[in-house]
Structure formats: structure tokens, C-alpha cells
């Protein structure tokens, strides 16, 4: 961790504490323990086979959850180094944000929402949420992983009015509060979300020219692309093609940390006006964390263009399809046989409708796949 935190920094020795409280673990900070329990944790490891944008069985160099995960908590932890914020608390949050997220990406979490609409619904950022509060089952003396309220904080970045206030009821002072009585999460937590979209839109766009779904001429007409792939071919004539977009990519996520950095430090020194400013009243401000406006109008243009030509690609939209159609199928299957599930599951719970979103949810691809297959009969996709 940092040396020398700032003083708007989340502070591991002034931690809101657990929802159950535990003896300190020396020498770890309560972040640290934080960390180490999302690192252990099986939902963790399933992210390796969770689809980022394409399938897990499609190509070995494609991102999945578990390399977006690592590639987060590497952005943040070296913009929190420079901002003085916590690295040990940015690196938890990055790597718990995606724990929740079902089997085939968003196509999954469309089809349990679909299924889930006239029962409480479902939202991949709450489902992280109940990953690490209920749902890993390691510890003797509690559901969940009992993480600190600032990664729960920075692990549910976003959540319906409707949703918080029922976690409101359960936990009054807890990270569903700012839903609905306003404010801001932590520096951290905001510097994790920011990193999440910076770096999904720069690798989303490198594996879309390595499917061959997109090409490296159509990038060009995003003017952010554009201009730094000039630069590189100033710099570097002669560079074949797949080298000029990595160096195109490296610096274009360089100029936006910079410009996230010098944004975010001017941010937060109006925010303080000259008087004292710690991680308290860093919650009472509007978030601080940010792009300027040139650059995030920029990034947005990539994201627009990331959506039409890659994200409703006619083959991704084909795949997703028969993902939702997948995830739907195997929500059937268990809500008419339930012992079908894992032992773990198939015991019952007082809601069964949300016990089989849970376990649906907490899939990989491939089990999706195979478990599908068992129980109707068909090869939606090839393994």
C-alpha cells in the first residue's frame, strides 16, 4: 500500500468495519484481508471461463472476466499510487466488481432479469454484492466473505432506488445508502468505475480486430484512434499492423490516465476550497473522479462506435441470442427440477425462484453449455 496516503484517501485503520466484526489479522490492513478472501474465493476463479465480449471456447487470447478483472485492479492500483489513494482497497474493489456477473455477459444478465422481472429482478452489480455477503460458502462463522463496508461500497456501483431501499431495510448504514439519501462512494471506489470503462472500451477494441469482427481502417474513423494511430505511425513507420494498434492502444490509455489524474486532482482541490477534506467529505461531494470534457467526450465516441459495429455485430448478436435462450432454458429446467442443481442448491431455500437465479448466474460458460445440453438435449454451441 501507499506510503503516504492523501488525506481524502480511504484510511484501512479508520475501515467502517464488517457486518460482523472479527480480531485484526496482522500484518494485513483490513483491505489487504479483503483482497486476499476475493482472490481465494470460487467465484473469483470461475471468472476465467465468464465471457467478456466473446465466448470463452471461441480463442485462448480473447479477455474473459478474470483478465478484465486483473487488467482493472492494474489500471487502478497505479492511478492510486499517484493520486495517494489506497492501492489495497482499489485493487479489491477491481477484482470483486465482476463477481456477479452471470455466464455470457450481458446476454446472461438480460435473460435473468427476463426471468427474474416479477421477482425482485436482477442486476449483476447487486448479484456481487450478494456474491460476497451471502453466497460464498468458506467460513465457519459466516456466510459470504464478511468483506469491509468500502469494497462492498465500491463492489455495488450501481443499483435500482427500488433494490437499495430493500437493502436499506437490512442494513440501514450500509454501501446501499447513497441510492437513496445521495452522495458519493469513496475516491477508490469511483477511481475503480472509471477504470472499468477505460479499460473494457481499449480491449474491447483490441479483440475486435483480433476476431476479425472489426478491422483496424474501420477503428480509424473514431478521431481518438485516429490520432494516436498517426502519432505511432510518425514515430514508427514501417510497423506491421498488429503492433501499430497494441502501441496505438497503449497510448491512447496513457494520455486518458494522465488526463484522469490531472482532472481528478483539480477536482478534488475545488471540491476542498483550501480547507481540510478527508474520505467523509469526499462522500458529501459530487463524484471527483473524472475525465476532462475533451477526453471524455473522446472515449465516449468509442464506446458509440464500440456498440454499433462490434457489441450488435450481426455473429455477436447471433451468439447472444442463443446465450439468452440458453440461460433461459436452464432457468426453466431447474425451476420445474430443482434437484437437478447441485446438492448445495438443490436442498431448497425459502426463495427457490432466486436460488436458482443464483445458481444459473454463477456459472461458466462452459457449464452453461454442458449443463444445457444434459438436460435438453441441444448443442446451441460447439465446445
Known amino acids: 500500500m501507499n506510503a503516504t496516503l492523501a488525506p481524502w484517501a480511504s484510511d484501512p485503520h479508520r475501515s467502517r468495519g464488517r457486518r ?51 487488467e482493472v485492479a492494474q489500471l487502478g492500483r497505479s492511478v492510486a499510487r499517484t493520486l495517494g489513494l489506497n492501492e489495497d482497497l482499489v485493487e479489491a474493489i ?8 452471470t455466464p455470457f455477459g450481458h446476454a446472461g444478465q438480460d435473460a435473468l432479469q427476463a426471468c427474474m422481472a416479477e421477482h425482485g429482478g436482477f442486476e449483476h452489480n447487486l448479484q456481487s454484492l450478494r456474491v460476497v455477503d451471502r453466497l460464498e460458502a468458506r467460513y465457519a462463522a459466516f456466510d459470504g466473505l464478511n468483506l469491509s463496508f468500502e469494497t462492498r461500497e465500491g463492489i455495488l456501483k450501481h443499483c435500482s432506488r427500488r433494490h437499495a431501499e430493500r437493502l436499506l431495510a437490512d442494513e440501514p448504514d450500509g454501501p446501499a445508502a447513497r441510492f437513496v439519501h445521495g452522495g458519493s462512494p469513496s475516491l477508490e471506489a469511483q ?39 498517426a502519432a505511432v505511425q510518425a514515430a514508427h513507420p514501417g510497423l506491421d499492423a498488429r503492433r501499430r494498434l497494441y502501441e496505438t492502444l497503449r497510448r491512447l490509455l496513457s494520455e486518458q490516465i494522465d488526463d484522469l489524474v490531472e482532472h481528478t486532482r483539480a477536482a ?21 473522479v473524472g475525465l476532462s470534457t475533451a477526453r471524455r467526450d473522446e472515449s465516449l465516441a468509442l464506446k458509440r462506435f464500440l456498440f454499433a459495429e462490434l457489441y450488435r455485430h450481426p455473429q455477436v448478436v447471433q451468439r447472444t441470442g442463443l446465450a439468452r435462450q440458453m440461460l433461459s432454458d436452464l432457468f426453466a429446467a431447474y425451476r420445474q427440477a430443482p434437484q437437478e442443481m447441485s446438492p448445495d442448491y438443490a436442498r ?9 437465479a443464483d445458481y444459473v448466474a454463477g456459472m461458466t460458460d462452459r457449464f452453461a453449455m454442458r449443463e444445457h445440453q444434459r438436460l435438453t438435449g441441444q448443442r446451441l454451441f460447439e465446445l
Open 20 to 70: 460482523i466484526a472479527e480480531a485484526p489479522s496482522p500484518p494485513r490492513t483490513e483491505h489487504q484481508r479483503d483482497r486476499d478472501r476475493i482472490v481465494h474465493s470460487n467465484a473469483f476463479r470461475r471468472l476465467v471461463y465468464k465471457t467478456q465480449v466473446f465466448i470463452n471456447h471461441e480463442g485462448d487470447l480473447f479477455r474473459t472476466r478474470l483478465t478484465h478483472s486483473l
Open 94 to 101: 477491481a477484482l470483486a466488481h465482476d463477481l456477479g456477473h
Open 191 to 229: 477511481l475503480v468505475n472509471l477504470a472499468d470503462e477505460l479499460a473494457y472500451s481499449a480491449h474491447d477494441a483490441d479483440d475486435g480486430v483480433r476476431s476479425g469482427l472489426i478491422t483496424l481502417d474501420q477503428l480509424l474513423a473514431v478521431p481518438l484512434m485516429a490520432r494516436h494511430h
Open 268 to 288: 478534488i482541490a475545488d471540491a476542498a476550497g483550501g480547507g481540510a477534506f478527508d474520505a467523509d467529505a469526499v462522500r458529501r461531494a459530487r463524484p471527483l
Open 348 to 356: 431448497g431455500s425459502q426463495d427457490p425462484l432466486r436460488t436458482v
